[in-house]
């Protein structure tokens, strides 16, 4: 098994009414490839600033993340960018679909935005169909429940393949039977897509669904 992440010494500052806010401090640790890492914490540990470094969304103040053995802080924006759209999928708590496209548009779209040519028919239909949705393709988000929006989120962050899914809480306004499935989905696209997942929560009744358990306290990793 490999490592997919590498996070060495990071850290990150922000300026707050005239000094300094460490939101980071000397982060340090390996994300295993085609594994379910959850960061877990408090609101306010700094489980999203994190994630939005890993995914290129955000420089850190010090220190290096690898992926896959690059160093993504020395990448210019235009590389960070198509690193973005190619090699993560995101899914955060808000699912943000675009409301006048149906299920299967909203998959297909994202597949577009990633620059994947060719029909994507076939790969749409299987993405759906993997998180359980093959029936509701022509829904619009407006007709899903919240767990199903969530799902078409989730399918459309994997439809273009990327080697890393970045799930920022994206259990936090589901119920904890749904949060439950959602985060069985996840393993199961880890062993059927081989994708690394990396998932924040602050839920404890989802700890033990993670193969490796991160646990962040003000900025600090204490576990």
Do not use: W
């Not at 994202?110 to 993997?130: D, Y």
């Amino acid at each position: 098994m490999g490592t997919a992440v590498e996070i060495i010494g990071v850290g990150r500052d922000f300026p707050m009414n005239g000094t300094t806010f460490c939101a980071l401090n000397n982060i340090h640790m390996e994300i295993p490839q085609g594994k379910l890492t959850i960061l877990r914490g408090k609101s306010g540990s700094g489980k999203t600033t994190l994630m939005n470094l890993v995914g290129a969304l955000d420089l850190p103040t010090r220190g290096t993340i690898l992926i896959e053995g690059e160093d993504i802080t020395r990448l210019s924006e235009r590389k960070r960018e198509t690193l973005r759209r190619t090699k993560f999928g995101f899914v955060f708590q808000s699912v943000s679909l675009i409301p006048t496209m149906n299920a299967y548009q909203n998959v297909e779209y994202a597949m577009r935005m990633a620059g994947i040519r060719g029909n994507h028919k076939e790969r749409v239909e299987n993405c759906l169909k993997m998180v359980g949705l093959g029936n509701r393709m022509t829904h619009m988000p407006a007709e899903l429940s919240g767990g199903e929006q969530q799902r078409v989120a989730i399918a459309r962050a994997i439809a273009h393949g990327p080697g890393i899914l970045l799930a920022d809480e994206p259990t936090a306004e589901l119920d904890s039977a749904m949060a439950a499935e959602v985060t069985e989905l996840f393993k199961r696209m880890t062993r059927q897509e081989g994708v690394t997942i990396i998932m924040t929560t602050h839920d404890v009744g989802l700890m033990d669904a993670g193969d490796m358990i991160v646990e962040l306290q003000d900025g600090e990793q204490v576990g």
